[in-house]
Every structure is written in C-alpha cells, then in structure tokens.
C-alpha cells in the first residue's frame, strides 16, 4: 500500500470516529489494523474504507480482497469481513455508507452509485442502522 493509500485510510478513520463522536458514540480507534478500524462502547465493531474517485461507471468502488505475496508474485484472496459493519467514506461529496456485514458477504469489490434502486442506496447516510447497536 502506498503512503498517499496510508494517509487516506487514516484520514478515513478519524473522519469517521469524528462522525461517530458527534453522533453519541465513543469509538475507539485500533492501533493494529486486523480488519477492524473503530470498536464502539457495546463492542460494534467496524472496518473502514475510504474512496477518493469515481470509476468508469460513475460510481465508487472499494476493494475488500486481501493481497498476498508469494514467491514474488501478488495474489488476491476473498476475505470474509471480520467486522459487524462496513462504513465508506467517500471523500467528494463527504457521504457514508453503513453496511452490514451481512450485506457485504464474500466479495471481492463493494460499489456504491448515489442513485436511487442502487444496491447500495439504502446504506447511503444511514447512521439510523448504527442506532439500534447503541
């Protein structure tokens, strides 16, 4: 991962926990990065990712597969998500999805397109779904 990716992604975690102190939440921000970002009060765990462009279909997309490396040569694995939700952050219009690990399954990518039908539309800003782990 590059040092601008690094930046991001910290960025991404502060931006949230910030979000979620604004909100009546105390998250807590992990110092080791296993696949969990933020751990609220009742044990909430959360995986951060933040976007920063859109794709050629006009929409964002988050990668979710892990990378390995062996003898020289980078592989992509399917990772279940360890944490309870999935929160993006996308940088340009500052918007959140909130996604349930239930909802992200096995995937390899998440995309998000801000339109309405979108798969992904019902978690567009959708702290209420965070509202009942309080």
Partial sequence: MSNYSTRIGRAGEYRVASELLLRGYNPA???VDDGIDLVLENGTTIQIKSVVSLNK???YTVGLAHSK??????T???QNLK???????VIPTNDFYIIPKERV????????????GAINYPFLNNWEILEEEK
């Fill in 105 to 116: 399954g096995n995937k390899f990518c998440i995309t998000m397109t801000a339109q309405k």
């Fill in 69 to 74: 490396w062996k003898k020289g040569k980078e």
């Fill in 29 to 31: 921000i992990r110092a």
């Fill in 83 to 89: 944490a309870d939700y999935l929160l993006v952050w």
């Fill in 76 to 78: 992509k694995e399917r």
């Fill in 57 to 59: 279909s006009n929409s």
